[in-house]
């Protein structure tokens, strides 16, 4: 049977820009429709198996869930997704939408005795663990408030008890952005409350959330569709759970590091036995096993979907092959004791045969998605060729688990060739492209200009040809940006797409993409560095000062040579750090060559670097010692740059 999910020919549009609000979302053409209907054909979407696990143990389910931040700001909204009833509207994908019908339950459950979940407060879930006098909270969410109000929750249910552990999954925002929210951090060192996380957590941080904050926070904007109106035809899931909450966030962090696989460690009456999984959904990531519970934590490695072995917002590519092993070890750990096994998102999996059986797939999931993608690139297949080529065999493809509501084939195929063979397929016309707009410019005026290029484009929309019209009319867009007919045309495509994907993901890049084709590239009015003060003050001081690396102007800092000796009294540290050759060097020693010496509290320095404390105060602060030119601080400040994530990505 052909695949319904594939692309087709079919019929023309069923409405045009003029007969609608100019940035409102196009109407699901006849193709468009057709094909969601194959989709509802071909797939058991009446099986209940998912929706009994997805409801099992539900001690209490808001009628609302309405988080504020203290201004009184929606943090997150649970009644936004009431739209989700019935049966799939034309403009999304059937199956899609039954996924989003299954994470759209907010509310507290019972996992196991003494084991609970609290679900649909954010993109993630909040596990909380009895303790003999408290609760050990594994994931506390993303953001402050939306961690508070889960706990409240807890605490509403099942009774008053402090926090006594926590334990951070692996290294990805909402796992520990709201940490503070359930464990302040004065209360954690007060109390020497133990927060667990595995090795190498905090450099990971560094790596995805700082060093490539801004440009990931602007990639997070269409990965998870945050400025699209929740309904039908805008966001409806985002794969692992509904949305991420929009309020503050600070890391707590982390006071035990987990190294080993088989290591244990007792929390407040509870045993764990750890095993590590590096390199896999995240670089710092374990899985644990609560033999008291029979109950195993799979973090995020396993899923109610194929993950991501690239992500679409932008992180390193990740090691299916290790991937699937840490699973197949799992199985073996502790796959014949299990009798539940929960993760980060969606919903857990109950009974010893079906943990088995889930474990299983999953296992092969990311196996087939190695072996198969490397099989046809030994056969000199290219991404794009293999991308089109690879579909997952029936027993995978009939697992609503293994189905691509976050990540897909077509892209984790591309991660797979990429991670051994890098962005080049070995074609020379590839080895040195034009930038994006050139070559759009010189692609058009061999297409006879772009109201040619709109033209023949418009023929092959009516004939659903949507994947091509995508690739065609962009490059018009990107020649002559103020084209209001390749503009509306190029944005009705999009939201074709969107509405046939089965991945969330794609799905909110392809409508975020239409609306800002529309609607225009949104302005960023807050400075991505000054957000990130919550987060640099957890640094250790090499991954600020790698941070620091990042923002320095190349250009203006040609020719510039600057020595600094920095003393951060309160952590008893001294460093040396200089400018040279347009980068950055540092080393935990005095400078007797330095230039300027400063001796004031880290966070001072960090306010400094992000622009909320100017520099020319800095003399007069009690709290700094200073001896040497001042003047050398001012110029390493003007040497950095400030990113904003408003940069415009679907155009020019």
Known sequence: MPDPLAPSAGHPAADTASARDSKAPSTPTEITAALNADVAAALPLDDTTDRENADRGLLVRPERVLITDDRDRTVWDSAQYDFLEGSAPDSANPSLWRHAQLDNTPGLYEVCDGLYQVRGFDLATMTVVRGDTG???????TVIES???AFALVTEVLGAR???GMIYTHSHRDHYGGAAGVLPPEDAAARDVPVIAPAGFIEEIVSETVIAGPAMARRRSFHFGTGLEKS?????????????????FVLVPPTMDITHTGQEVVVDGVRIVFQMTPDAE???EMMFWFPEFKALCVAENCNSTMHNLYTLRGAQVRDALAWSDYIQEALHLFGDEAEVCFGSHNWPTFGGPAVRTFLANQRDLYRYLHDQTMRLANHGYTSTEIAEELQLPSGLAGDFSCRGYYGTVSHNAKAVYQRYLGWFDGNPA???????????HRAVRYMSGVDAVVARARDDFASGDY?????????????????????????????QLGYQAESALWRNFYLTGAAEIRAGTPHETTQTVRSQVGMLHALPTPELLNWVGVRVNGRRAEGKDLRFELTFPERDECWSMGICNSTIHYWPEPDPDAQLRLSLPRALFEEILVGLTPVEGVTTEPAVDLSGDPATLAALVALLDTFTADFAIAEP
Request: no cysteine.
């Open 467 to 495: 994947r091509w019209v995508a690739e065609v009319v962009s490059r018009a867009v990107f020649a002559e940006p103020e084209h209001a007919e390749a503009r509306q045309l190029l944005a009705d495509t999009f939201d």
């Open 430 to 440: 590839a080895l040195d492209p034009l930038p994006p707009e050139e070559s759009a």
């Open 282 to 284: 995240a670089p710092a």
């Open 162 to 164: 402090p926090v006594t």
């Open 135 to 141: 609760w050990i909270v594994i994931d506390p969410l």
């Open 232 to 248: 039908p035809r805008g966001h409806i899931n985002n794969g692992i759970g509904m949305s991420t909450g929009v309020g503050s």
């Open 147 to 149: 961690a508070r109000a």
